[in-house]
C-alpha cells in the first residue's frame, strides 16, 4: 500500500448515522471492526431510521463481498478500500474488559495503528466519550462531520445593494428587469454570485430609505419584482418586516417547488406558510388541499401507543398548527363557543395532517405540503420526504435549527440545513432566513436572551 494512504477505522454510530459512510473517505483504506458489524446486527430489525441504516450497510457490505475478500480488503468505486478487520486473540486488556463493545472496537483501532505507520490511522466515532479515550490512548480521533455546515455561515437568501436614484424606480415598474451585469460590486461575474431566487433589495446611495426589492430570476438572468403587494397580505396576514415580505412572495411564487425557512421562535415561520397554503388552495385554487406535518416521531416509528385514529394521536403535536390556522381564521369567541374552528377546514377537504411514519413510498401530486420543525429531521428522512413530491406539488420545510430534539443530529448537520445547502443552487427552490420576532416583546426578549 502506498505510504500517502490513510486509514480510517470506522465507529458503529458512523454507520448508523450515514448507511453510505465509508463511501466518503475518498482513494484511502476503511476498516470496519467486525464488532462494528455485531452492533449492527442488534439494530436490523428496528423500523426507526437506526433500524433501516444498520440494513443498508448489511445489503452494501454483501455487494462488496460478493466483488472479493472482506478481510483482505475490497477496491470501492471511489477508488478506496473497504475491509472488515477481525482482531487478533489476546488484544483487549490494553483498552479495558473484553465484554465492552466500545473497547473492543478501540482495540480494532489500535492493531490497525499498529500494522502501518501511526500517523496514517484515525478513527472516526460521533461518540465524544469515546473519542477522548481514543485520545488518551495516543489515537487520533475525529468527528464524522461530511455535509457540517455553521449556521453563522448558513445562506440567509436576501442581500441589499446601492444603487442610483433611477434603478431604484425603475424595479417597481410591472415587468421590469435589473440585471446586474458590469456591477463591479458583485464580482466580473454578476449572475453567478447571485443564488438562484435570491432576493434583493436595492438602496438609493443618496437616500437609504427609498429602495426597492426583488428576486433574482435565474432563468431571465435578471431581479424581477416582488409579484404582488405585500401589504395587502394573504388571508389577513401582512409581513411585518422585509424578510416576511420576502418569504410571502417565495411561498407565493408558482415557479419555486421547495421552500426551505429557518428562524427563531416567533419570527412567523409557520404562520406564513400556512396563510400562503391556504391562500393556493382556497382562493387561487392551485393546489387540491394543504396537507401538514411535524417530525415528532422518527420516519418509521409507529403512533399506535396514542389512543384514537390518526389525527387524534397526532392532535397534541400538532396544536401549534391548529392555533395557527384559529388565528388566520379570525374566529370570535362566539365562533368559538359554538364549535367553529380549523376543523371545518378538515371536514371540506381542504387541509390535512399527515404523519411522517407513513410517508415512505407514497407518490402527493397537486398538493401544498407543510413540514414544521424540520429541523429534526436527519438528511435522510429529508430526502425521502422530499422525494415522495408528485407533479404539481409544493412543499415547505419550517425550523429553528437551535432547538433540536432529535438526539443523533445538531444544528449543523441536521436535514433542513443540508436542504439549503444542497438546493442553494437550483432555480426550483428558494430560501429565507427570518431574524426578527413578531410573535411579542417578550417572546423576542426570551428568544434572544434565554
Known sequence: MPQAEKIFVLDTNVLLHDACAFHAFGNNRVIIPIFVI????QFKRDMSELGRNARAVARELDVLRQKGSLTEGVATEEG?????WMLKAGLLSSVGTANNMDNCILSVAMEVKATWPPHLTTFISKDINLRIRADALGLRSEDFEPDRTEITELYSGHTFL???AGEVDGLWRPGAEWRPEGRPELGPEAAPSLSPNEYLQLRDRANPTHTSMGRFDARRGAVVPLSRNMKEGVWGVRPRNLEQSYLLDLLLCDEVQLVTVVGKAGTGKTLLALAAGLQKVTEEGRFQKLLVSRPVFPLGRDIGFLPGDIEEKLSPWMQPIFDNVEFLLNLSSKDKREGRGSREL???GILQIEPLTYIRGRSIPQQFILVDEAQNLTPH???????????????????????????YIDSTNNGL???????????????MTLSKGERSPLAELAANLL
Open 38 to 41: 455485531e452492533e449492527l446486527d
Open 417 to 431: 440545513v443540508h436542504v439549503v445547502r444542497r438546493f442553494r443552487q437550483e432555480p426550483i427552490a428558494g430560501h
Open 162 to 164: 446601492e444603487a442610483d
Open 80 to 84: 478506496g478500500v473497504v475491509q472488515v
Open 381 to 407: 428522512e429529508a430526502k425521502t420526504i422530499i422525494s415522495r413530491v408528485g407533479e404539481g406539488t409544493k412543499i415547505v420545510l419550517t425550523g429553528d435549527p437551535y432547538q433540536i430534539d432529535n438526539p
Open 346 to 348: 378538515f371536514d371540506l
